[in-house]
């Protein structure tokens, strides 16, 4: 199974993109947030836990998106943190389009490569 974990600075921010993506993807994607816990940032315990909490619901894969420069640092760290068992990939998108387009790409039955390019497409999306 692949999973996705959203990194904001903004607990708000993460939990309402995890609904956005929820309602259009359903239950079958496991999804889960990290960051703003108390204030606003995102470190690399908070990743850690949730890397672990994906890991521990079956993941053998996770797809990271970011809201910032220091979401993917703290996302870094937890990864060399974590070790070997899954495979993390931190995904150059942009944070709402990139990770919608990479769960409706999840919930299709495409794999990992298939929703890491469908996030990276989504620089692409005009909204005029």
């Known amino acids: 199974m692949v999973g996705m974990l959203l990194v904001s600075h903004s607990r708000r921010l993460a939990d309402g993109l995890r609904e956005l993506i929820q309602q259009l993807a359903g239950d079958t994607l496991a999804l889960g947030t990290a960051g703003g816990q108390e204030t606003l940032g995102a470190d690399a315990g908070m990743v850690v836990k949730e890397f672990e909490h994906l890991r521990a619901l ?25 070790g070997d068992g899954v495979e993390i990939r931190i995904v150059d998108a942009p944070f709402v389009e990139g990770s919608v387009a990479a769960a409706m790409a999840l919930t299709t039955g495409g794999g990992v490569d298939d929703a890491v390019e469908a996030a990276q497409e989504a620089y692409e999306i005009r909204k005029l």
């Open 58 to 82: 079956g993941c053998e894969a996770i797809l990271v998106f970011g809201d910032l420069g220091s979401a993917f640092i703290a996302a870094e760290t937890a990864r060399d943190l974590l």
